[in-house]
Nanobody, 127 residues
């Protein structure tokens, strides 16, 4: 069984930064694509960013481009989301996900492509 645990959320003022972490456990190999999504009440879960197996490629949703950076530390089985220049509209619960069905260069952007999810971490950006 695979477990994902997010951390690093919190309350920050607009313009500030946060770094989210996601520790993946339960499998000894890191051949999976990873992604970050966010959700606010009453809305569908929104794609934020994803990264391929080796961390050589990444892709961002429109709201994240130029401000967020996804990365991974394979040795630590951890995926990060560095968020800069935060805006109030970035507020939401951020979820980490792993796609073990992906190929080495795949960048899955759809929630249905992911096999495992964390419980989420709340990010609140005040104006």
């Amino acid at each position: 069984q695979v477990h994902l645990v997010e951390s690093g959320g919190g309350l920050v003022q607009a313009g500030g930064s946060l770094r989210l972490s996601c520790v993946v456990s339960g499998r000894t190999f890191s051949r999976y694509a990873a992604g970050w999504f966010r959700q606010v009440p009453g809305k569908e879960r929104e794609f934020v960013a994803c990264i391929n197996w080796g961390g050589s490629s990444s892709y961002y949703g429109d709201s994240a481009k130029g401000r967020f950076t996804i990365s991974r530390d394979i040795a630590k089985n951890t995926v990060y989301l560095q968020m800069n220049s935060l805006k109030p509209e970035d507020t939401g619960v951020y979820y980490c996900a792993a796609d073990y069905s992906s190929g080495p260069f795949d960048l899955p952007k759809n929630i249905h492509e992911y096999d495992y999810w964390g419980q989420g971490t709340q990010v609140t950006v005040s104006s």
